[in-house]
T-cell receptor
Framework: DAGVIQSPRHEVTEMGQEVTLRCKPISGHNSLFWYRQTMMRGLELLIYFNNNVPIDDSGMPEDRFSAKMPNASFSTLKIQPSEPRDSAVYFC????????????FGSGTQLSVL | GNSVTQMEGPVTLSEEAFLTINCTYTATGYPSLFWYVQYPGEGLQLLLKATKADDKGSNKGFEATYRKETTSFHLEKGSVQVSDSAVYFCALSDQRSSASKIIFGSGTRLSIRP
């Protein structure tokens, strides 16, 4: 089992550019989560999906952020246009979706917006 | 809403010292409680969990007991090692929605001196 796979590992971009982060969950997992981690705000849940359907996107900071899950094996988080305050580590995690089951995290994408 | 509060770090200890990291929660119903650990440059991984009151979760010498009367889930270890240096997150499951999601505390950075 390859675990949760995120790409790219690092992304450096300029303010105003579009950024797309990618995630492949563990095969068979029904729930997928996007988190953002910063020193100031800690670990924030942005959005999560169950069976490819967005369940709760209340953590998405603003309209510049969007997330999709077109199928069970792929999800994207897009920021357009990006701003320096979006600089953070973005984690994707997946789980079976069953009650009390643990999350499996990817290694994260370190995003720097200059 | 549901939330988790944990002691602020950083916590610095000498090797073989006793460790306690405090965690309290606010929740409706009966959430499951978790401790996750994040090693440098990696995503979070589950350390231990407890699913009902008075349960004790344990792993790698770490323990935490689900205390409903004090709404706490403090992490303890009798003798820490340098390899325990990491960031520790207390978390609970929010089961009000159609799919379970995990809410994390702000994290406590632990550094162990040789």
């Amino acid at each position: 089992d390859a675990g949760v796979i995120q790409s790219p590992r690092h992304e450096v971009t300029e303010m105003g550019q579009e950024v797309t982060l990618r995630c492949k969950p563990i095969s068979g997992h029904n729930s997928l989560f996007w988190y953002r981690q910063t020193m100031m705000r800690g670990l924030e849940l942005l959005i999560y999906f169950n069976n490819n359907v967005p369940i709760d996107d209340s953590g998405m900071p603003e309209d510049r952020f969007s997330a999709k899950m077109p199928n069970a094996s792929f999800s994207t988080l897009k920021i357009q246009p990006s701003e320096p305050r979006d600089s953070a580590v973005y984690f994707c995690a997946s789980s079976t979706g069953l009650t009390n089951e643990k999350l499996f995290f990817g290694s994260g994408t370190q995003l720097s917006v200059l | 809403g549901n939330s988790v509060t944990q002691m602020e770090g950083p916590v610095t200890l000498s090797e073989e010292a006793f460790l306690t990291i405090n965690c309290t929660y606010t929740a409706t119903g009966y959430p499951s409680l978790f401790w996750y650990v994040q090693y440098p440059g990696e995503g979070l991984q589950l350390l231990l969990k407890a699913t009902k009151a008075d349960d004790k979760g344990s792993n790698k010498g770490f323990e935490a007991t689900y205390r409903k009367e004090t709404t706490s889930f403090h992490l303890e270890k009798g003798s820490v090692q340098v390899s325990d240096s990491a960031v520790y997150f207390c978390a609970l499951s929010d089961q009000r929605s159609s799919a379970s999601k995990i809410i994390f505390g702000s994290g406590t950075r632990l550094s162990i001196r040789p």
